[in-house]
């Protein structure tokens, strides 16, 4: 008898325990924000900062990512299992990396000749004031100054805007 009873709780600990864990699946199945991510699963073993490490140590070839050194491609590498992330999270992060060196290729091209490095630009002469990136010593609000500043599109005057609010001291870690 008692141990009747003892079976019946094994049980419906284990029915619990599942609905538990599907749960906390269907919580990993949200598209991810690729900063906390980064932060939560990858910072303890490389920089803090996604825009470093991925500069520092990965580069595109043709439409990959791959290691700057090892030649690895980074798809293929999360997708093995390394950082242990979830199949959604792979594609988040491989999303959001790329995305950081597609927007330093733009800059490179279109804004190095003039400005030297995107940082130096950031951190040199600009700050984001009431949330505003803005230039530090001219007051001038980049994000307008952009619309025709530089030969881009808007979609590019974002991407670049972002990258420079990323990169100016005055933005919380990435
Ligand atoms: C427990 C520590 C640890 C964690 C957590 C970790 N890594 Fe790594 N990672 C390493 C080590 C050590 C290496 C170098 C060894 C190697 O190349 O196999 C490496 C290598 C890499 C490389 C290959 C670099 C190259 O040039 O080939 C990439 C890309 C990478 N990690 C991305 C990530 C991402 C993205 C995350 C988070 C999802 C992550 N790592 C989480 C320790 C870690
Ligand atoms: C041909 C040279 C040239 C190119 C190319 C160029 N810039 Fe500039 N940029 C300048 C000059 C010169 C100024 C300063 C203008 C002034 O103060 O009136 C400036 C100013 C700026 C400022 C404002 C700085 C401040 O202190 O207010 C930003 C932001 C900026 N550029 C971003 C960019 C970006 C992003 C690109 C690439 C899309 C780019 N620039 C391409 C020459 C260039």
């Known amino acids: 008898m008692k141990s009747r009873i003892l079976s019946r ?69 999360l997708v093995e299992g390394h950082g242990r992330l979830a199949p959604l999270e792979v594609d988040v992060m491989v999303q959001h990396l790329t995305s950081i060196l597609a927007a330093d290729g733009l800059f490179r091209d279109r804004c190095l000749i003039c400005h030297g490095r995107a940082v130096e630009l950031a951190r040199g002469k600009l700050i984001i004031r009431q949330g505003r990136l803005v230039g530090r010593y001219t007051g001038r609000d980049v994000e307008s100054f952009l619309k025709t500043h530089g030969r881009i599109d808007d979609t590019q005057a974002e991407t670049l805007l972002r990258v420079l609010a990323r990169q100016s001291s005055s933005y919380p870690a990435e």
Request: charged share 25%; aromatic share 4%.
């Open 9 to 77: 709780c094994l049980v419906t600990a284990l029915v619990l325990l599942s609905l538990v864990n599907s749960a906390s699946q269907a919580v990993a199945a949200e598209p991810a924000d690729p900063h906390k991510l980064f932060e939560q699963r990858c910072a303890a073993c490389h920089d803090p900062h996604a825009g470093i490490f991925v500069r520092d140590s990965q580069e595109r070839r043709k439409d990959a990512v791959v290691g700057r050194k090892s030649g690895r491609e980074l798809r293929a590498f």
